[in-house]
């Protein structure tokens, strides 16, 4: 079936440091690939997305580039800040029309240290 | 994106009590909502899909009748876990999706932490 595998954490970074958050994903057909973000105490919230090879995502210095041939979808950002510790979630859909449901990884801690 | 609220945010019962947590969307007719169910250190595991005005699609091994979804209008729905026990202490995520075509985008709620005693 499909599925979502990303690296495991926590990851610890200093400020301004560089940040990957490796995700590969296996689905059957052509799926939407999806970065969500949870911040502690909140919900989860849509970061990034590409719906086809070769996409490239961004949002907020965040980038992930959509990769068909290595079914991966890596997160990175150049410097990352105090303010982006909080829980990244990879995810897709194969989902058309009205069904959309996601499938997750099991997400990954980031904690920056000042 | 589009507001989302649960209530409560956190609630604590004892065994063999229902509960009753509901989802809200604030600023948007949704068509279609997931319920969710995130255990400590692991992914989001989808329990069911609910639409407005019909019965809620549940996942494999997902027990309907301990965990009715209620979807009653188009900015409301409600997860009721009935006659709850200690393994069913989880965080209980909702989401709406718009339904339109080639929209896949989902917006979350906050989440419910059920602690059962």
């Known amino acids: 079936g499909d599925s979502v595998t990303q690296m495991e954490g926590p990851v610890t970074l200093s400020e301004e440091a560089f940040l990957t958050i490796n995700c590969t994903y296996t689905?059957?057909?052509?799926?939407?690939l999806f970065w969500y973000v949870q911040y502690p105490g909140e919900g989860l919230q849509l970061l990034l997305k590409?719906?086809?090879?070769?996409d490239k995502g961004s949002n907020k210095g965040f980038e992930a580039t959509y990769r068909k041939e290595t079914t991966s979808f890596h997160l990175e950002k150049g410097s990352v800040q105090v303010s982006d510790s909080a829980v990244y979630f990879c995810a897709l859909t194969t989902g058309r029309g009205s069904q959309g449901n996601l499938i997750f990884g099991k997400g990954t801690k980031l904690s920056v240290k000042p | 994106g589009a507001v989302v609220s649960q209530h409560p945010s956190r609630v604590i019962c004892k065994s063999g009590t229902s509960v009753k947590i509901e989802c809200r969307s604030l600023?948007?007719?949704?068509?279609?909502m997931f319920w969710y169910r995130q255990f400590p250190k692991k992914s989001l595991m989808l329990m069911a899909t609910s639409n407005e005005g019909s019965k809620a699609t549940y996942e494999q091994g997902v027990e309907k009748d301990k965990f009715l979804i209620n979807h009653a209008s188009l900015t409301l729905s409600t997860l009721t876990v009935t006659s709850a026990h200690p393994e069913d202490s989880s965080f209980y995520i909702c989401s709406i999706h718009s339904g339109l075509a080639g929209a896949y985008e989902q917006y979350f709620g906050p989440g419910t932490r059920l602690t059962v005693t």
């Open positions: 590409a719906t086809k090879a070769d």
């Open positions: 689905a059957t057909g052509y799926p939407s």
């Open positions: 600023d948007f007719q949704a068509t279609t």
